[in-house]
């Protein structure tokens, strides 16, 4: 079945850049989403990319996709620390999410 | 900018006791999500609905979980009898193209 791995902690130092990784089985799924959590709160969509896509930017955010590979990066800029959340990789069809990633951010 | 509204935003219940959860979706997303969430996990898959119709149940404890989107709007999870390890964050989410949203979910504690 469906499958999204990722590695669970992150620590960078406000204004590095921050990449986290993400690992998927389902080679069909037609967009890969990443969203971040909040303490408490629901899951918000930061941006997403389609299949045929390698790479998306937006803003502080680029998203690479090797679907050789099935692996799915999302790579923050100039990292804030109220950047610091939990973020996840999902995958389109049954919206299938991995463990997440806590980013840390110290000042 | 329109949201997911669930309720309540926090239960606490009595284990055995009935618990329900409602959720409103953005109008106009056919596709609607209910997850479960543990502390310290990603979100798993509980029931998928395409309007009416359950997509995917596979992952719901049928014996005591059961969901409904009669009117293929707004959607109830219902939880009977209630265990202590049902305690968890409950997320609905819609999906009316691309991108999908989640509302704030309900926090379950079951004591």
């Given amino acids: 079945g469906e499958d999204v791995e990722q590695s669970l ?18 080679s069909s799924s037609t ?45 923050i800029a100039d990292t804030q620390t109220g950047d610091s959340a939990i973020y996840f990789c999902a995958e389109k069809g049954k919206l299938i999410f991995g463990q997440g990633t806590e980013l840390s951010v110290k000042p | 900018e329109a949201e997911v509204a669930q309720s309540p935003r926090y239960k606490i219940t009595e284990k055995s006791q009935a618990v329900a959860f409602w959720c409103d ?32 149940d ?20 219902k939880i009977q009898p209630a265990e202590l390890g049902d305690s968890a964050m409950y997320l609905c989410a819609c999906q009316g193209g691309t991108e999908a949203f989640f509302g704030q979910g309900t926090r379950l504690t079951v004591v």
């Fill in chain 1, 9 to 26: 902690f992150l620590s960078v130092r406000e204004g590095d850049s921050s990449v986290i990784n993400c690992t998927y089985t389902d």
């Fill in chain 1, 31 to 75: 967009y890969l989403y990443w969203y971040k959590q909040e303490p408490g709160a629901g899951l918000q969509l930061l941006t997403y990319i389609f299949s045929n896509m390698d790479m998306k930017q937006d803003q502080r955010l680029t998203v690479l996709l090797n679907k050789k590979d099935k692996h799915l990066s999302l790579r």
């Fill in chain 2, 25 to 56: 979706p953005i109008s106009g997303h056919a596709t609607l999500y209910w997850y479960r969430q543990i502390l310290g996990q990603g979100p798993e898959l509980l029931v998928q609905f395409q309007d009416e119709s359950v997509v995917d």
């Fill in chain 2, 58 to 77: 596979s992952q719901l404890p049928k014996d005591r979980f059961s969901a409904e989107r009669l009117k293929g709007v707004d959607s109830t999870l």
